[in-house]
């Protein structure tokens, strides 16, 4: 897939500027070919994890690091979108999969990316809202949006596997996101935004073996959870 959109990139590069006949047909045979082989490569990443999906590794790990790298490279994705974080000031310390949760709430997220392109806005600002609590020995992450929201009904069969409401989509993103969280001991609900337009994604999962952040300057990944583990 890689090579063919490549190809298809270099040859709209190279030529799209010396044809002076259908230029139009040209660009849009080229596009085509660029969207739906992505579109593909989007489906197979998303059956892979679906399929293969890896027990979770609970390390000691900065949840809130955690978020606020999901958030900038949505933002980075998503420019048009106001995309803000709300979380707890103390940053503690949580046991959890980094990888497997950065992909959650990366789903989730675009998820709420994909909802507010689909609805009608009606002179709103296009906004995403990510916040941290911990409550009673859970650490709860929301995830509001003023988009589209959800279907009032069958809403539940959404975190089934190939459920979906869009015409692109797989119905996997929400159902790999639950996975996630039951691998954490935690779960996910889909409720309606606070303002009445939109949604609201809730992921929670039990706080295990937590450790208060210093505020010492840690390394990422493996690093930290190993220097943590042994500290």
């Given at each position: 897939l890689t090579p063919i959109q490549l190809s298809a990139e270099r040859l709209k590069r190279k030529y799209g500027r010396v044809i002076t006949?259908?230029?139009d047909v040209f660009d849009q045979c080229t596009d085509t070919i660029i969207r739906q082989v992505d579109d593909i490569k989007r489906m197979v990443d998303e059956f892979s994890s679906f399929s293969r999906m890896p027990k979770a590794q609970l390390v000691p790990d900065d949840l809130v690091a955690c978020i606020e790298q999901v958030l900038f490279l949505m933002r980075v994705g998503h420019p048009d979108i106001q995309i803000t974080g709300?979380?707890?000031?103390s940053r503690p310390v949580l046991r959890f999969d980094r990888r497997l949760l950065s992909?959650?709430?990366?789903?989730v997220?675009?998820?709420?990316?994909e909802?507010?392109?689909g609805a009608e806005m009606d002179g709103r600002a296009p906004a995403i809202h990510v916040s941290l609590r911990l409550e009673e020995g859970e650490a709860v992450v929301d995830v509001e949006d003023n988009g589209k929201g959800f279907p009032r009904e069958?809403?539940?069969?959404?975190?089934e596997p190939y459920m979906t409401t869009r015409k692109e989509g797989t119905g996997l993103g929400l159902p790999i996101v639950a996975k996630i969280l039951e691998?954490?001991?935690g779960g996910i609900e889909l409720l309606d935004a606070s303002s009445g337009q939109g949604a609201l994604v809730r992921l929670h999962f039990p706080v295990v073996g937590m450790v208060e952040n210093t505020g010492d300057t840690l390394p990422d990944g493996a690093s930290r959870a190993k220097n943590l583990s042994e500290g």
């Open positions: 006949v259908d230029k709300d979380f707890a000031e992909q959650a709430l990366t789903n997220v675009k998820n709420a990316a909802g507010i392109e069958n809403r539940a069969r959404l975190l691998d954490h001991g």
